[in-house]
């Protein structure tokens, strides 16, 4: 496998469900994202980890709950979410600070009924 | 804080015809500034980049764009456009203090008419 692959593709999940999202980068990079994208609203950076250490928690509702084991693997752990949760959910990788731009997994389709 | 704005959240032409988004970012300092697609059902993909060499980039597909300071304006084209060019397309900015994220604007829609 190359790039960045995230697992499942879709997720149909109840309120008081608790499942986890899976991203995995083979491209040896050391900072992975995970980016929020729903319908009519612009992509939301929502954690940053830079060598397996989180660097970024931007205001992030305490039901999502990132895990980075290591360098090549991210998780999102989701629990009790609500409606408003449906969305896209990205994953990318960067070599260091990024300057040469992240890539990206086709993300996970998340439905919350 | 950098931000990035795109107008237009959808842009239509017809195949063969000339496409123009518009990228506009604030920032203090030149930033590094990118060009993503988003195919439906996919995530993005980058087109190209502008990190303070030539002003004007190309990128895969035969897109370009062109940095322009006096404008704060990053714009992307493409000469003739092609039913398969039909997608989302995010520019992004760079934030230029330590840490590493890319900030997006609202995304344009390309529809191309055939």
């Known amino acids: 496998e190359t790039g960045v692959t995230q697992t499942p593709r879709h997720l149909v999940m109840g309120m008081t469900n608790k499942k986890s999202l899976k991203c995995e980068q083979h491209?040896?990079?050391?900072?992975m994202y995970w980016y929020k994208q729903s319908a009519k609203k612009p992509l939301e950076l929502m954690f940053v980890?830079?060598?397996?250490?989180?660097?970024e928690n931007n205001s992030v509702p305490s039901r999502f709950s990132p895990e980075c084991p290591n360098s090549s693997h991210l998780f999102l752990h989701l629990h009790t979410l609500q409606p408003e949760d449906s969305a896209l959910y990205l994953c990318?990788?960067?070599?260091?600070?990024?300057?040469?731009?992240?890539?990206f997994g086709s993300g996970t389709r998340l439905t919350v009924v | 804080a950098q931000s990035v704005t795109q107008l237009g959240s959808h842009v239509s032409v017809s195949e063969g015809a000339l496409v123009l988004l518009r990228c506009n970012y604030s920032?203090?300092?030149?930033?590094?500034l990118f060009w993503y697609v988003q195919y439906p059902n996919q995530g993005l993909q980058l087109l190209l980049k502008y990190t303070s060499a030539a002003t004007l980039v190309k990128g895969i597909n035969g897109f370009e764009a062109e940095f322009k300071k006096s404008e704060t304006s990053f714009h992307l084209t493409k000469p003739s456009a092609h039913m398969s060019d039909a997608a989302e397309y995010f520019c992004a900015v760079m934030r230029d203090n330590a840490g590493n994220m890319l900030t997006f604007g609202g995304g344009t829609r390309l529809m191309v008419k055939p």
């Open positions: 990318a990788s960067s070599q260091d600070r990024g300057i040469y731009g992240y890539t």
């Open positions: 491209l040896g990079h050391n900072a």
């Open positions: 980890y830079s060598l397996e250490e989180r660097v």
């Open positions: 920032s203090s300092v030149p930033p590094y």
